[in-house]
C-alpha cells in the first residue's frame, strides 16, 4: 500500500543533541512538506521541498534543518539550536498539481529533556 | 500574508444532530483552494472535504458539507448525522493556487465531542 511512515513514533533526546526524524513516501509525490504541531497552536511549517535537492524555510525554519536527496525522502534534523523542540512533528507529501491535497504521515512525537 | 481563523476552541454535538464548525480567512489572492482535515486521537491527519475557491458550488462528502462565501471569506464545515466516530479535532486549512506556495496555511483547530 502506498503511504508515508515516519519513524520512531516516540523519541526521545536529552537537551543539546542533535536528533533526525525520518520520513519516506512511495507515492511518487513531488513534494514533501515538514509541520510542527503545538496544543492549541494548529500546525506550522517547518521546511518543504517541491522537488529533489531542493528546499525552502517555512515559517518556523530556526533551528532545523532538512535534506532531500531522493524523491522518497525528507529527513528532519532538530538541532541543539532550537529552543523548544519538544513537540509533535508531522510529514506530509502530494504532487505539483494546483489544489492536489497532501497526504500526512502518523507523525512523531519528540521529547527533550 | 495568509491566516485561518477558527474561533470555536471546542464544539459538542448530540449523536445523530448536526453541528457547523465556522472558519475563516484572510487573503488578497482570487485563485486558491480550502480543506477540512480530520485528526482523531490517533492523530492521523485525514482530509474531510476540499473546496476550490473558482467553484460557487459547495463540496459536499457524503454527511460533510460545507459553506462557502468567498465574498465573506468564510469556510463552514456542517457535519450531519453526528457519529460518536467523528470526535477529533477539525482542522481548517488554505493553500494557495501559486504552484510554489503549495504549503497548507491551518487554523488552530476545533475540538469536536460527540455525546451518545
Known amino acids: 500500500d502506498g503511504g508515508i511512515t515516519q519513524s520512531p513514533k516516540y523519541l526521545f533526546r536529552k537537551e543539546g543533541q542533535n536528533v533526525t526524524l525520518s520520513c519516506e513516501q512511495n507515492l511518487n509525490h513531488d513534494a514533501m512538506y515538514w509541520y510542527r504541531q503545538d496544543p492549541g497552536q494548529g500546525l506550522r511549517l517547518i521546511y518543504y521541498s517541491q522537488i529533489v535537492n531542493d528546499f525552502q524555510k517555512g515559517d518556523i525554519a530556526e533551528g532545523y534543518s532538512v535534506s532531500r536527496e531522493k524523491k522518497e525522502s525528507f529527513p528532519l534534523t532538530v538541532t541543539s539550536a532550537q529552543k523548544n523542540p519538544t513537540a509533535f512533528y508531522l510529514c506530509?507529501?502530494?504532487?505539483?498539481?494546483?489544489?492536489?491535497?497532501?497526504?500526512f504521515g502518523p507523525g512523531t512525537r519528540l521529547t527533550v529533556t | 500574508a495568509q491566516t485561518v481563523t477558527q474561533s470555536q476552541p471546542e464544539m459538542s454535538v448530540q449523536e445523530a444532530e448536526t453541528v457547523t464548525l465556522s472558519c475563516t480567512y484572510d487573503?488578497?489572492?482570487?485563485?486558491?483552494?480550502l480543506f477540512w482535515y480530520k485528526q482523531p486521537p490517533s492523530r492521523q491527519m485525514i482530509l474531510v472535504i476540499r473546496q476550490e475557491a473558482y467553484k460557487q458550488q459547495n463540496a459536499t462528502e457524503n454527511r460533510f458539507s460545507v459553506n462557502f462565501q468567498k465574498a465573506a471569506k468564510s469556510f463552514s464545515l456542517k457535519i450531519s448525522d453526528s457519529q460518536l466516530g467523528d470526535a477529533a479535532m477539525y482542522f481548517c486549512a488554505y493553500r494557495s493556487a501559486i504552484r510554489s506556495q503549495g504549503n497548507l496555511i491551518f487554523g488552530k483547530g476545533t475540538k469536536l465531542s460527540v455525546k451518545p
Open positions: 506530509a507529501s502530494s504532487k505539483p498539481y494546483r489544489g492536489d491535497e497532501q497526504y
Open positions: 487573503t488578497s489572492e482570487s485563485d486558491y483552494y
